[in-house]
Nanobody, 124 residues
Framework: QVQLVESGGGLVQAGGSLRLSCVAS????????MGWFRQAPGEERDFVAA????????RYADSVKGRFTISRDNAKNTVYLQMNSLKPDDTAVYYC?????????????????WGQGTQVTVSS
């Protein structure tokens, strides 16, 4: 069983930056593909970014390409999401997720474990 705990959310003005962290425990972190998803009120949970276990394969949603960067530190069992040039549309609860042998890392239903989420609010 893997436990995931996100942190780093908050309130920021448009154009600002935040870095989210997700610490994993209870499993062998390096074998997991890690993903970030977000969910705004009344909306579905949407893919943001994913990173393979070794960190060599990265995927991003079109809406965040060039602004967000996903990375991981396997020695610290941590995955990060650096968010720059934030927009009000980025406002959501952000979740990290872990999964193995994923067919499609952009699909939420492929992941086995989820964190509790961290709120990101971008003011205009």
């Amino acid at each position: 069983q893997v436990q995931l705990v996100e942190s780093g959310g908050g309130l920021v003005q448009a154009g600002g930056s935040l870095r989210l962290s997700c610490v994993a425990s209870g499993g062998t972190f390096r074998i997991y593909t890690m993903g970030w998803f977000r969910q705004a009120p009344g909306e579905e949970r949407d893919f943001v970014a994913a990173i393979s276990g070794g960190g060599s394969s990265l995927r991003y949603a079109d809406s965040v390409k060039g602004r967000f960067t996903i990375s991981r530190d396997n020695a610290k069992n941590t995955v990060y999401l650096q968010m720059n040039s934030l927009k009000p549309d980025d406002t959501a609860v952000y979740y990290c997720a872990a999964g193995v042998r994923l067919r499609d890392s952009m699909r939420a239903d492929q992941y086995n474990y989820w964190g509790q989420g961290t709120q990101v609010t971008v003011s205009s």
